[in-house]
């Protein structure tokens, strides 16, 4: 995974609450095998009409949206489905980081083992992004902090070891790798045997 | 967060599986017992061992099927098995090769135990309590029932299960759900879920472990156990659980993966352990009366929009999702649910598709035809529960009324393998999900008991199955 340090970017606003990963990403393309190509198929039912044409009225196909990085969603953005083609999916497509007040635990996992940031905020915070569409925000994942511009840092929560993974773009698999023995000695020492 | 030696049933499980404790720095690593897979969410994981040259550390713990893009067509024989679409063939092709390559168990088409993931582990007893169990799908939750810590995981997490059987984890906190009282006829572990998502929401437990309690919880046998854990994630929750006590043990007695005759008394002994204790404090517990619930349908685009059925839609609240949400499922504020006419009825997937919720549905369709119009499909969950249903004559009571047999799988729970409901087309459904295009592109679900779904299959509208008890 790319290492992610910082983003300034516009935002779209997807004015929508518990936004769920079918509409990410429709299960119909899940055959695939691979992880990329993703972005072609995200949001498509709401994207594309069933003629395969744009929607107009759907915020990404605004003139607006075109080249921001970062999603501004309604509360619980993520919920469902584990697939990780969600993340994915948004990733291809150019979406680095996600804001809402509420993220979904699968999805918030999926996410920061992909290099997609997942920014909580207050309500308050939340409710002014959302009526501001387009604005310019600079997320510092060292940090933790996103601003608005001209406004004062905003701290979000993201536990120290996915920040560090984020921000030196490390592959959690090889520090789990450095634990061989350790899970090797818990295997031999556990006093039942699954 | 207990002080002193007062622990939950999560706290217990979650402290017999550290290989190395959380630090502030570092998450806990927590070695998983059971890792279930399937076709849809593991390619992208082999690719990466691929990559990197890594075996399957544990291939005795791991357990995988093909359920999702499988088709469900009556067959003569599963030689005859076509899949639907390039994508799909593509998919089962690679879990063949996969599982072949790194030496890994599959439950394929030959098998007599294939079969939805989440209701073959527990029906092999190889779901049991005080385990660690994993798989690619977030209604893993399911085998929480059985007093696992059980949860979904993304592709990224498969491939570190199947590389060191460990997970990278932060505790969750924990919410205790108290049903209380006892359910009218009627009434079945379903309507209670969706009541539980109804009044917590979609998102209330989300970065917590549900632990399912009370009188009503204890009365449930295992296969509805089994449809409550199954929804904890439609809840926001990645697992819900229940104690395990003399219901759970008496269903894994004798299963081809529970313990042996040798080890069956120790590990009951670890299992009679389990359950919190009394003194044990949740971070958050909410409380269920169950005395006056009815059954329940959904009548929006998430599960958490829910009703007792013969109460109206409720008004548009001013929030411009919920307005959309009625526009796609077309349906007016105000008026009840029962007016309006189904043309689909779904009886399957990982919520309810056991041998109960087969014979729940066939006793109201008994000797009755379903309504002009209404297309009804069956979809047992297993091969195992197909054989058995075969065998009380189930197949038979569906199919005289008019419905269709099917082989298993997950159906039209998720439309991936051709099981679709046409654009614009009213389901009646006993999956988990009402989203927007779940089971179909334009597709607009119910969320139903499967006593409501055959109901509503004989009326050809939604109906209270309690006048067919």
Redesign the interface.
Known sequence: MDAVRKIRSCTTVLPKSDVDTDQIIPARFLTTTSREGLGARLFNDWRFRPDGTENPEFVLNKADSKGCEVLVAGHNFGCGSSREHAPWALLDYGIRAVISTGIADIFRSNSLKNGLVPVVIDRQTHDWLMSHPGITVDIDVTNATLTVANGKAIDFPIDGFSRYCLIEGIDQLGFLKKHDEAIRQFEETRPWTP | MNAGNSRTLFEKVWA?HI??AET????A?L?I??HLIHE??T??AF??LRE?ALPV?RPD?TLGTMD??TPTTPVRSFKDLAVV?E??A??VA?MQDNCRDFGLELFGFDSDYRGIVHVIGPELGAT?PG?TIVC???H?STHGAFGALA???????V??VL????L?Q?K?KTLAINVSGKLQAGVTAKDVILAIIGEIG??GG??HIIEFRGQVISAMDMEARMTICNMS?EA???AGMIAPDDTTIEYLKGRPRSPDRTDWD??VR?WRALPSDADAVFDNSVDIRAGTLEPMVTFGT?P?MVVPINDPVPEANG???FR?ALDYMRLSPGKPLTESPVDIVFVGSCTNSRLSDLRQAADIVRGRKIAPGVTMLVVPGSQQIKHEAESLGLHKVFESAGAEWRESGCSMC???NGDTVP?GRLSVSTSN?N????QG??ARTILASPLTAAASAIEGRVADPRRYL
């Open positions: 017999d290989v190395m502030a720095d570092t998450p690593i070695y017992d059971l849809v969410t390619p992208q690719t990466l990197k550390r713990l999702h893009s679409g994508g799909a593509n998919q690679k049991q385990k690619g799908d977030s893993t949860f979904g995981i993304g592709t990224t997490e491939g570190h590389a060191t059987q460990c990278l932060r969750s979609v998102g989300t970065g994630i926001g929750a990645r120790d590990a670890r998430n958490g929030d411009p999702g959309k998720i439309g991936m654009s999900r989203f927007e295009g779940r592109i334009g």
